[in-house]
């Protein structure tokens, strides 16, 4: 029996996508230690061609390998939108990463936050502005701190959680003035 030409078998190649696949990786070396400013990045190559190819359904790239996928899709001169797709990130922080199409990847690489460094900024705002007596917010953080709830507090908690068994949320809770 002869097969025709567009039933050809191509190894390791999903069927129906051997003309659209990009390859990242061999078998042999499914991840890389990359060097940057940070210090060492582990990528997960086999993630990046999956996620590349539109095969990333249900998890998600890191930050690093993420860049490295945006790098590689860019280079063949895929549109920022479909990149955005396939890598799970919004057009805001590829353009953070890559200003340009042509930004090197080691430059993007310097741009981009770790998550304990995201961690620490938002501690950070949160000791910066804490949350106001008289309001929920503010009795959680009397809780939170292991500290006596203040009057304007515990009303306001109250208000919150009355309206909270009314609307099954607390957005849009009145607040008490302080």
Known sequence: MIRPESSRVVRGVPVGRD???IPVTTLAVPTVWLATADGLVCLDLVAVELAANGL???WTLTSHEAAFTADLLLQRGIQPGVINRLIGVS???LRKW???DDTPLHEALARIRSRADAGKLSAERARQNPAPCGTYHG???HQK???P???SCREAKRAADQHYRKHGTYVGAP???A
């Open 19 to 21: 003309r659209d696949w």
């Open 56 to 58: 990333r359904d249900g």
């Open 91 to 93: 057009g805001t922080t």
């Open 98 to 100: 890559f200003p340009t």
């Open 139 to 141: 009795a959680q953080r």
């Open 145 to 147: 701190r292991n500290e």
């Open 149 to 151: 709830v203040c009057p």
């Open 175 to 177: 607040s008490v003035a």
